[in-house]
């Protein structure tokens, strides 16, 4: 399982039976922490070990399920239709559901086979997420340098790996 990140779109994949060994229906579960929301749109299945492999066709090789709990945490379930024997993957989108969350999303994915427990398995994964905004202005002529500190808010110390786009409006 791996996740990257971009804006406040999280995108998940999920890579199961790589072996290519003969899988009985398996199900895939992912519950994603109440912070982020799951697009059942962007759920998309592929026979192949990527996403240019074949993609599989909603309620005919496979359906889904998305159940939210009182805090507001999902859970995906893809149920295979038929017995799989080749590598599948698995891609989806969540949204972090504030503009000011800052911290790290983590969730797990579960893949179970009804043939035996070597098919079964869980593969956790994180991402960190720092949102913020600043701005400022400059005098006119010849600025030879800048320079530009993320801070907590909070505690005041540096956060390693801030990125920041500068543009000129």
């Not at 999920?14 to 799951?38: Q, W």
């Not at 797990?108 to 956790?124: L, Q």
């Not at 801070?151 to 990125?163: C, F, H, I, M």
């Amino acid at each position: 399982k791996d996740a990257s990140v971009a804006k406040d779109i999280i995108t998940w994949s999920v890579s199961i039976n790589t072996n290519g060994f003969k899988m009985s229906a398996p199900v895939i579960t992912d519950t994603m922490p109440s912070t982020v929301y799951l697009d059942p749109d962007s759920i998309h299945v592929y026979k192949g070990t990527s996403a240019s492999g074949t993609l599989q066709t909603l309620d005919k090789d496979y359906s889904i399920s998305v159940v939210a709990d009182d805090t507001g945490a999902q859970t995906m379930t893809i149920q295979f239709k038929n017995d799989i024997s080749v590598p599948y993957f698995i891609s989806y989108e969540t949204y972090v559901k504030s503009s000011s969350f800052n911290g790290t999303v983590s969730n797990k994915a579960s893949v179970n086979g009804s043939d035996s427990s070597i098919y079964n398995s869980t593969k956790n994964s994180s991402v960190s997420f720092y949102s913020g905004s600043a701005w400022g202005s400059f005098k006119s002529g010849n600025l030879s340098s800048l320079k530009i500190k993320k801070t907590d808010s909070q505690t005041g110390a540096s956060l390693a790996g801030a990125v920041f786009l500068i543009s000129n409006t």
